[in-house]
């Protein structure tokens, strides 16, 4: 009578949103004050204020069909125009209108670009730890998910078992950096690796493997690290975006998919993107969203914040013998558990009202994420539990 499939994905919600709620309840009960949430990676920062004086100066000024009426499918021209601008801009590109397609953020366009490509059997090689969300959106689609650690010392990739896991069904790669869960943002080293391991593999199938590249944290990086911008490594790239990090917008559902014209079969992949947005009912993307980014593209919310609130944490945390990967980008701390099932480190922080997401279903046993996008003072406030909880383990 019904998808058995669907009904299992909506039944066991993701362990991340079983945190959140168990922290909701906790509050109700001690306080809110006294509950340490790290499970969401909801920005925390405000979007740049010309967003909203933006939003403020379209209502005032332009007509209900313009600002809330339907755009062309695969978005607004203008607004796509002004997002190529800013990005050939930037990264010295020759992207088109054309080559953009409008969406509710990086979870849709991954969506879409996976449904464009994938058949039954395809297999589709993700790095652990990855955002688990790639497993539906690639097994609903059929296809297969290949899970290929990371190397564990830094959590580049680790190109020997890459290259073993690259098959001739090896339909595409997607990377993610910066990283979420860990951090990491692979290095202009790894990308020109991958970049050439992946021509070799295409001239040896005798067909294109397509790069996903997932970016929403790309400009989310500290200390001066440069995020290289794929494209310009490898041809076969396609670019999954999101404003929801950059412009503190995760609510406004906005963000693209990029398909260059170099790739092979450029135009039949954007069409293949047109047909899965029509196919997902995903046509359209927030029409107030998308005339605000016509004029905001290029604004950046000020992400400095974040910098301190790593630098706390990752001190506090180390000084208290916990192993952490030191972050460059996004905003998680990936921390080692102490003890092996992180699932029961997890339950154990809980009993100090600390909500810290074990990792196992982003393939990687034995760590934890921290979202450190809350309030600078919360993390303060947390540090006793925080040292309470190494307490245990020091014994
Ligand atoms: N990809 C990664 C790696 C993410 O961390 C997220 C959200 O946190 C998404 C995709 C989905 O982003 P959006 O909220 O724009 O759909």
């Given at each position: ?269 954007y069409a293949a993107v047109c047909g899965a947005g029509r196919a997902l009912g995903y046509v359209c993307a927030p029409s107030l969203m998308q005339h605000v980014l016509e004029r905001c593209t290029g604004l950046v919310s000020d992400l400095s914040e974040y910098l301190e609130k790593r630098d706390l ?55 934890v994420r921290i979202a450190y996008c809350v309030a600078t003072d919360m993390i303060r406030r947390s540090l006793p539990a925080f040292e309470k909880l190494a307490a245990v383990y020091r014994k």
């Amino acid at each position: 009578m019904i998808n058995e499939k669907m009904k299992n994905y909506g039944n066991n919600r993701s362990v991340i949103r079983d945190l959140f709620e168990f922290g909701n309840q906790r509050k109700a009960i001690v306080g809110a004050d006294n509950v340490f949430d790290f499970s969401l990676g909801n920005p925390n920062v405000p979007a740049p204020k010309e967003v909203n004086e933006t939003i403020r100066e379209l209502l005032d000024t332009k007509n209900d069909i313009y600002l809330h009426g339907y755009t062309s499918a695969q978005g607004d021209a203008a607004c796509r125009e002004a997002i190529v601008k800013d990005l050939n801009k930037r990264f010295n590109t020759s992207f088109r209108k054309e080559n953009l397609y409008m969406t509710c953020g990086a979870a849709a366009s991954l969506k879409i670009i996976l449904t464009a490509l994938y058949a039954e059997g395809d297999e589709v090689i993700v790095f652990t730890p990855y955002f688990p969300e790639y497993k539906v959106f690639v097994e609903t689609t059929g296809a297969k998910v290949i899970e290929t650690p990371s190397d564990p010392s830094s959590f580049q990739i680790d190109f020997e078992i890459l290259e073993k896991n690259l098959t001739c069904s090896t339909k595409s790669v997607i990377v993610n950096s910066p990283n979420n869960p860990s951090g990491v943002v692979y290095t202009e080293e790894t990308i020109t690796k991958l970049a050439a391991l992946l021509e070799k593999k295409q001239q040896e199938y005798g067909h294109p493997i397509y790069l996903i590249t997932d970016e929403p944290y790309r400009e989310l990086v500290y200390d001066g690290i440069q995020v290289p911008f794929v494209t310009k490594y490898y041809r076969n790239t396609i670019v999954c975006y999101s404003f929801s990090k950059s412009l503190a917008l995760p609510g406004e559902r906005i963000g693209y998919v990029l398909v260059p014209d170099e790739i092979d079969d450029s135009k039949d992949i954007y069409a293949a993107v047109c047909g899965a947005g029509r196919a997902l009912g995903y046509v359209c993307a927030p029409s107030l969203m998308q005339h605000v980014l016509e004029r905001c593209t290029g604004l950046v919310s000020d992400l400095s914040e974040y910098l301190e609130k790593r630098d706390l944490l990752y001190n506090a945390l180390t000084d208290m013998g916990f192993e952490c990967i030191h972050p460059d980008g996004a905003f998680y701390l990936f921390m080692k558990s102490p003890i092996e099932d992180a699932k029961e480190f997890s339950e154990k922080a809980k009993e100090f009202d600390l909500l810290l997401v074990p990792a196992d279903s982003f393939g990687t046993p034995g760590f934890v994420r921290i979202a450190y996008c809350v309030a600078t003072d919360m993390i303060r406030r947390s540090l006793p539990a925080f040292e309470k909880l190494a307490a245990v383990y020091r014994k």
